[in-house]
């Protein structure tokens, strides 16, 4: 926390963002800032759509809108500042590929709660969207941490 705080209160922006780190605390923060701007594109991308109507399926249309959207954005917004060390599929592609589907599993739960704060709850769709996306995040980062960028523990001899 205090490297982290002490980046921050510097304005070491360089070293905070773009130097290479095995600071989880440091990681979380910058996927968070990437995840940010990722929701920015995403919730653009939302609001655009919602405008065609207020019924489930608009808002249906409109999450998923804004799921393809943001999970472009997000992938290659974390490969620059966040996830630089090699992942642990096989390709390029395989990393893209675990990557999606991952936010496929985001995605899912996404729905379930935007559906449940709407539908269920009667919680506003903007402020609900906001929420769920703050869950979705963090669930987001910690499976991507640990399924795609753990190394591989390999023991040795075998």
Request: proline share 1%; aromatic share 16%.
């Amino acid at each position: 926390m205090k490297e982290l705080l002490d980046l921050i209160f510097a304005f070491k922006f360089k070293e905070l963002f773009f130097a290479p780190t095995e600071n989880g605390l440091i990681k979380f923060f910058r996927y968070a800032f990437v995840g940010g701007i990722a929701f920015v594109v995403d919730f653009a991308t939302y609001t655009l759509v919602c405008q065609a109507g207020s019924s489930w399926q608009i808002t249906a249309l409109a999450t998923t809108a804004g799921f393809v959207t943001g999970i472009i954005t997000n992938f290659i917004l974390s490969k620059k500042f966040v996830f630089q060390e090699k992942s642990s599929a096989k390709s390029g592609y395989g990393e893209f590929i675990g990557y999606v589907l991952i936010g496929l599993v985001g995605f899912g739960l996404n729905m379930l709660l935007m559906y449940l704060a709407t539908e269920m709850l009667s919680v506003n769709r903007y402020a609900a969207k906001i929420i769920v996306a703050i869950i979705v995040l963090v669930y987001n980062y910690l499976a991507r941490k640990i399924i795609l960028y753990t190394p591989s523990r390999k023991t040795e001899g075998k």
